[in-house]
């Protein structure tokens, strides 16, 4: 017989659960009328998915070697070449505290030059390069060296805010307030990023809730767009499902008869205080799917399962770095964002459109990996090298 331990204040958690179950398994015992799975498999799957490339900002700025302005220049013409139409270039920040992109006036002037050099090239006319700022004098600096979308970053964790721009969650939306009037004047396209929505380096557990909260003032700021990011890289797919539902968390174990799932306990949640499994239904979406996006880090090596599962949930618009460029400076040793092609690799797989070419995607990870010195994150890219002639 199957019952619940609950470790926190809620609702039984039953109902939820089966439903997810019955969504996901549900068969007709009746060979002739039987659920098709593959059908309502595809069904739940989006044709197109648009692919956010992150490497020469997010990814380039957490690499200890700094890279010249030349050679980011030549990654960001390869990523377009390659069929990538969303680029983040770099990001108008303190080269005191982001000493990587000291730079970022230089190479989005030579980049929007680029471009405009190539006026005849309607592929190169369509691609959206974008760029983080975090103030107005950000946003001055990346609108006059010719950027087309700026994007401004949140957290959805008070204590990992306070760490990393120094003020509450409260202070930083009223920061972005100055930025998001200035894109609106300017006609920038604003897209908005939350940290820290499966968990916190610094006080464990995150509310979705919280992260729910911080997406709507993102998304009243007039965000287009908001990138969810489980910046640490410790959620899990059932975790991702609950996130992006909008409910809210209640630890407990379930158990049966038969079995005893203790996955609160695992040791990766625990390193960062993590005590939760599942959640239960309660509230509503506050973000319609089609503006959510996903940024998926690697850490524990979890990015690709936990992105299938937010394609399932409707999401289809990925965040991901080349080359897996980019590490998780909470855990030493481990990798950070997911790598692009490993992503496009799974959509392919998957019958999914991205526009991409995977071999000059390849090519281009290959490319930023012999600058940085080191061999690529991207498992697909090493398993095709292996097997070349």
Not at 34 to 40: S, V
Not at 103 to 132: G, Y
Not at 161 to 169: A, D, E, G, L
Not at 216 to 223: F, T, V
Request: charged share 20%; net charge neutral.
């Amino acid at each position: 017989m199957h019952h619940l331990e609950r470790r926190g204040k809620g609702v039984a958690a039953g109902h939820g659960t089966n439903r997810i179950i019955r969504r996901w398994l549900s068969a007709d015992s009746n060979r002739s009328n039987r659920y098709c799975f593959e059908d309502d498999y595809k069904s739940r799957l989006p044709r197109r998915v648009k692919i956010v490339e992150v490497g020469a900002r997010d990814g380039l700025q957490n690499e200890a070697q700094f890279v010249s302005t030349d050679d980011k220049v030549t990654l960001i013409t390869k990523l377009v070449e390659a069929g990538c139409r969303s680029v983040e270039v770099t990001s108008f920040v303190s080269p005191k505290w982001v000493p990587a992109m000291a730079d970022a006036k230089a190479v989005m002037e030579r980049i929007h030059d680029w471009r405009t050099r190539s006026h005849h090239n309607v592929a190169k006319q369509n691609v959206t390069f974008s760029c983080l700022v975090p103030n107005a004098k950000g946003f001055h600096g990346a609108f006059e060296a010719g950027t087309d979308e700026v994007a401004i970053f949140g957290s959805a964790s008070e204590a990992f805010s306070q760490k990393n721009i120094n003020c509450s969650i409260k202070e930083s939306i009223d920061r972005f307030r100055q930025v998001a009037d200035l894109a609106t004047a300017h006609n920038i396209p604003l897209r908005g990023y939350v940290s820290c929505v499966l968990g916190c380096p610094y006080q464990g557990h995150v509310s979705p809730s919280d992260v729910a909260r911080v997406s709507e003032q993102l998304l009243e700021l007039g965000c287009h767009e908001i990138s969810l990011g489980d910046t640490i890289g410790v959620g899990t797919p059932l975790a991702t499902v609950m996130m992006l539902e909008q409910r809210v968390f209640i630890p407990y174990t379930y158990r049966s008869e038969s079995f005893a799932l203790f996955l609160p306990h695992s040791n990766a949640l625990h390193r960062f205080g993590i005590n939760y499994l599942f959640e239960l239904p309660f509230g509503q979406a506050v973000v319609e799917k089609d503006k959510i996006a996903v940024h998926m880090h690697d850490t524990f090596g979890q990015a690709l399962a936990n992105i299938h599962a937010a394609l399932l949930e409707g999401i289809s618009t990925i965040d991901s770095s080349v080359a897996g460029l980019g590490g998780c400076p909470y855990a030493d040793g481990a990798s950070g964002n997911v790598a692009s092609e490993d992503v496009v690799y799974m959509l392919h797989g998957m019958g999914i459109e991205t526009g991409i070419d995977l071999d000059r995607l390849i090519n281009a990870g290959n490319f930023i990996s012999g600058v940085i010195g080191r061999q690529t994150r991207s498992k697909v890219a090493a398993a095709m090298k292996k097997s070349s002639p």
